[in-house]
C-alpha cells in the first residue's frame, strides 16, 4: 500500500474547522460528545477525531471536497448495527465519523409504483412505520434495526430472505456521493424496475460497507404487506431430515415459504435455559435440531388453506420419519427461541460467533465436520448454530465456558476461527455472509478471497477513492 | 479517446494464427462461414474478422491473452437474440467474435440447493428442458431464445420480472475471463444466496453486454415450476383504469400476480388484422387498451381458487367502470395476442421500435403525451404500445406507413428518436429498459446518462479492458 494513505490525515485541524462552516449549528462533535459513535453493535470500538451530522446531500458533496483538499479521512456511519466493525473509526483518532443520522427523510413515496426514496438515516423501522397505512413495507427482517444506509451498506439479509431477498434485491435506485475530488453526486434514484441503459453502477455500492461512495439515498422496491401466515415448530431427528423436509415444505408452498431456521439441540436447549420465560413448544421432544417454518403471502385470505395443507405435509413427514412432532404457534412466540441465542450464549461464557453461507445441501455434511473438528482439536469447547438453512446462512457460535477464555489469547482465537473457515471453504462455503467485510474479519478476506478477485476489488477502490479517503477497510 | 485505442488492431494476422493454434479443429471461421455470426435480431449487422468458437474456459483465457499480446479486439456473442447490436462487429472487418455456443455443458445441478452452472452457450430453452424434469426451472420469460450468457451481458427482464425479477435476481454467480492482458479467471460461481465476503465483483459484469469481461459461465439460482395458474384477458377504458386495476389486482393476489401486460387498442387491432388466425377474446368491445393477466404458483392445487376470485375482483371492477368486460383463457392463445405485434407493424411498413422503462405509476402520462406529441409534431405516424405495465417496461413502435419510409432520412429519424426519449426522460424514464447499449442506441446513452454516470463508466472500462480489446460499446 502507498505510505502516504498510512500517514496520519495531514490536515485534519484544517478539514474540521472548514468542516464547521459547512455544518449546521450543533452538527460538529468533539471530544466526549463522539463517544456513542465509536463503536458498533460488535463491541468493536475506535477513537474519532470527530463526528459530523450533516442533513442534506449538498453538504455531504462539500464534506467530501473539503476532505480531498485537505486529506482528511471520512468513515460513513448509520445506525452502527454493523457486527464487523466496518462503520467505527479505527484507533488513532485521525478519522472522522461522517454520520447520516440527520439525513431521515422520505422524500418521495408513489404507492401506485410501490417505491420510496428515503434518505440513508432514515431507519428500517422507521420507514416500514411510515409505509405500513399504505399495506407496503421493506420486507427485510433482521433482529437489530439499522438505517436503510445500512440495509445498503451490509446488502443485508436477514431471516426472510429465501422469499424477499436481501437489500440488494429490493433496491431501484441510490444516490451515492463520490469519493473523486469534487463530491459529484451520482443520481440514480429513479425508481425503475427495467433500466438497462449502461452498466448499473449502483450495483458497486451495495455491500461495500461505504467503502467505495457515501450512500446519502436510496429508492426501494416495495412489497405488499403479509396477509395470510403460518408458523410453526419441529423437532427433527437430524439436519439431514432437515434438508428433504425444506424441499418438501418448498414443494408444497413454492414461492409463499418465507423462512425455514433451523437451530440444532443444544442452541435450543442453552436458550431456554437462559431465559426460563421462554416455553419449550415440544417439550418433551428428544429431537438433533428444530426448525421455525414461515409461509406467508400477500394473498389474503389463505390462513386455513395453509394450516390444512400444512398439517397434510406434516404427516406425511412424520410417517416417513423426518419430523418427529411439530406444534402451530404465534410467530411473537416462536421466532424469540430462534432470536434468544446470542445473549443465552453470553451469559454462559465467551461466544466466538462465525457468520457463514453454503449451498444448503452442504449444510449438514459442513455442521457435522465442524462438530466432529472441534471435539477433536478443542473439546473443551461447544458448538452451537442457529442459522438461516433454507437460503445456506448459518449462524455459528463457539462457546468458550468460563475459565478458558484466559488459555485462548488473539493468535489461538485467530488459528480457530481460521480453520473453522477453513471448513467452510472446503464444503464450498464463503466466510461472511451477512456481516460483510470489516477490521473484525479483514484477515479472513484475505486469506479467503481469491487473488484476481482481491486485485479487482482494490482497483475498483482506487478508482472509486483514489485518496483513500473513505470507510474502514481497504481492499488492497 | 486514445488514439490508439481507434486505430485497427495491429497484430490481426498474428493474433489469427495463434487462435488457430490454440482452439479444436473447426473452430475458427474465417469469409464465408463467419456470415451466420456477422447480425443479431435487430437486424445490425457487421463484418467479422474471424469468428472464434472456443469450448472451455481455459482457451477463452489464452484467446484474451493472445489478444493482448497482439492487441487483437474481440466482441463476445451468445445466440444473436440482442437487439441493439450489442453482440456483432462494426463494419471494420478488423474484429474477431469470440463465440462461447460451443460453451454450453450444465457443470453442476444441485437439486436441494435449487442451483445449477451453465456454460455461456447453454440457450435458456435447452437449460430449462433439462431442469424441468425435477420441477424446476430460470425463470426468465422472452420471446426469444438467448444463451445463458447473453441473459447475464444484457440482464434480461421479459414478461414475467414483476414475479420473478430479472437475470441480476436470478444470479447466484458468474465466472469472467477478465481482459487484463493475463486473461485473469475470476472463479465466482459458488451458488450461494448469503454472500458477503467482499465488494460483490460478479455485478459489474451483468448488463454490461460483454464489455467489461468475458461471462463463461453462470451459477443460476433455479425456481420450482409453477405448479397453479390463471391467464385472463381484459378490456378496459383506458391506461389510467389500468393503473388502478393492476393495483387491485397486487392487493388480491399479492405476490402471485406474475405479469400484467397492457397494449392499446390499437396494437390489439392492427395484430388481428393482420393474423386473422388469432381471434379476439373479447369480440365486440370498445375499449382504450387491453390487459393480459397472468396468476401463478408453484404452490400446487390453488387454480380453482384463483379462478373465484379473479371472477369476484373482476365483478368490483367493472361495476366500478374500470374494467369493460373480461374473458378467462389459456395461456398459449392468449400471449400470442401480445407477442405478434411487432411481426404484424413489420408487414404494415416501417416500424421504428422503442424499449422504454417508467415508474408505472407516469405510465398513462407518458402514454397520453406520447401520442400527443406525434399527432403534432408527425401526423401520418402512427403510436402503438405493448409492454410490461406491471413492472413499468414499455415497448413502443412508432410506425412508418409505406411510401414515407424515404421521407425520413436517418437525421430526422434519429431527431424523432431523441425527441421521444426526451418525454420519457421527462417523465423519470430510461432510454433502454431490456435491450441494454450498444451501436444502435449509443448516441442516446451520451445524450442521456448524466457526466458523473458517464465518467464512472469509463472509468470502470478502463480499468477492467485497458486496452478497449472486449464488446462494441466504448463507455468513454
Redesign the interface.
Given at each position: 500500500m502507498d505510505a502516504a494513505l498510512l500517514a496520519p490525515a495531514a490536515g485534519l485541524d484544517a478539514f474540521l474547522a472548514e468542516a464547521a462552516s459547512l455544518l449546521p449549528p450543533g452538527a460538529l462533535l468533539r471530544g466526549e460528545d463522539c463517544a456513542p459513535y465509536q463503536a458498533d453493535a460488535s463491541g468493536c470500538r475506535g477513537q474519532a477525531a470527530a463526528v459530523l451530522l450533516p442533513d442534506s446531500t449538498e453538504t455531504v458533496s462539500a464534506l467530501l471536497r473539503a476532505a480531498a483538499r485537505h486529506r482528511a479521512r471520512l468513515v460513513p456511519q448509520g445506525n452502527r448495527s454493523g457486527l464487523v466493525g466496518g462503520a467505527v473509526p479505527d484507533g488513532s483518532g485521525r478519522q472522522a465519523v461522517l454520520s447520516l443520522a440527520r439525513m431521515r427523510r422520505l422524500r418521495e413515496f408513489?404507492?401506485?409504483?410501490?417505491?420510496a426514496v428515503a434518505e440513508a438515516g432514515l431507519s428500517l423501522s422507521e420507514l416500514n412505520r411510515q409505509l405500513e397505512p399504505h399495506?407496503l413495507w421493506l420486507p427485510i427482517d433482521v433482529g437489530s434495526d439499522p438505517a436503510t444506509g445500512g440495509l445498503v451498506g451490509?446488502?443485508t439479509?436477514g431471516s426472510r430472505?429465501?422469499?424477499h431477498?436481501?437489500a440488494?434485491?429490493n433496491l431501484l435506485g441510490l444516490e451515492v456521493v463520490?469519493a473523486d475530488g469534487q463530491g459529484?453526486?451520482?443520481?440514480?434514484t429513479?425508481?425503475?424496475?427495467?433500466?438497462?441503459?449502461?452498466?448499473?453502477?449502483k450495483?458497486?455500492f451495495?455491500?461495500?460497507g461505504g467503502?467505495?461512495g457515501v450512500v446519502t439515498a436510496a429508492s426501494w422496491d416495495l412489497?405488499?404487506l403479509d396477509?395470510s401466515q403460518l408458523t410453526l415448530f419441529a423437532a427433527l431427528p437430524d439436519r439431514e431430515a432437515a434438508?428433504v423436509a425444506?424441499?418438501a415444505f418448498?414443494?408444497?408452498?413454492?414461492?409463499?415459504l418465507s423462512a425455514f431456521e433451523v437451530m440444532g439441540a443444544p442452541a435450543l436447549n442453552a436458550t431456554l435455559r437462559q431465559f426460563p420465560a421462554l416455553r419449550h413448544p415440544l417439550a418433551g421432544s428428544v429431537a438433533g435440531c428444530y426448525a421455525l417454518v414461515e409461509i406467508a403471502?400477500?394473498?389474503?385470505g389463505l390462513d386455513a388453506?395453509l394450516q390444512e395443507r400444512a398439517e397434510a405435509l406434516l404427516a406425511s413427514l412424520h410417517e416417513r420419519g423426518l419430523i418427529l412432532d411439530a406444534a402451530f404457534g404465534q410467530a411473537e412466540r416462536l421466532w424469540p427461541l430462534r432470536d434468544s441465542l446470542p445473549l443465552a450464549l453470553a451469559a454462559a461464557g465467551t461466544p466466538l460467533s462465525f457468520d457463514v453461507?453454503?449451498?444448503?445441501?452442504?449444510l449438514p455434511a459442513f455442521l457435522s465436520a465442524a462438530e466432529r473438528w472441534l471435539t477433536a482439536e478443542h473439546p473443551a469447547l461447544r458448538l452451537y448454530d442457529f442459522g438461516?438453512f433454507g437460503?445456506?446462512?448459518c449462524h455459528l457460535i463457539v462457546l468458550l465456558p468460563r475459565g478458558m477464555a484466559a488459555g485462548y489469547g488473539p493468535a489461538k482465537l485467530a488459528m480457530l476461527k481460521s480453520a473453522l473457515y477453513q471448513l467452510v471453504a472446503d464444503h464450498?462455503?464463503?466466510?461472511?455472509?451477512?456481516?460483510?467485510?470489516g477490521p473484525l474479519n479483514a484477515a479472513f478476506?484475505r486469506k479467503?478471497?481469491?487473488p484476481?478477485?482481491?486485485?479487482?476489488?482494490a482497483?475498483?477502490q482506487r478508482?472509486?477513492d483514489p485518496a483513500a479517503a473513505l470507510g474502514r477497510h481497504r481492499?488492497g
Open positions: 408513489d404507492p401506485l409504483n410501490r417505491s399495506g451490509a446488502n439479509g430472505l429465501l422469499r431477498g436481501d440488494r434485491r463520490l459529484s453526486v451520482l443520481d440514480l429513479a425508481p425503475l424496475r427495467k433500466n438497462n441503459a449502461g452498466i448499473d453502477l450495483q458497486l451495495i455491500g461495500s467503502a467505495l412489497k405488499r396477509a434438508l425444506l424441499d418448498e414443494q408444497h408452498f413454492g414461492e409463499t403471502s400477500a394473498m389474503p388453506l453461507g453454503l449451498p444448503r445441501s452442504r438461516h437460503d445456506g446462512g464450498g462455503g464463503g466466510f461472511s455472509a451477512e456481516h460483510g467485510v478476506y479467503f478471497t481469491c484476481a478477485a482481491q486485485g479487482l476489488a482497483g475498483l478508482l472509486l481492499y
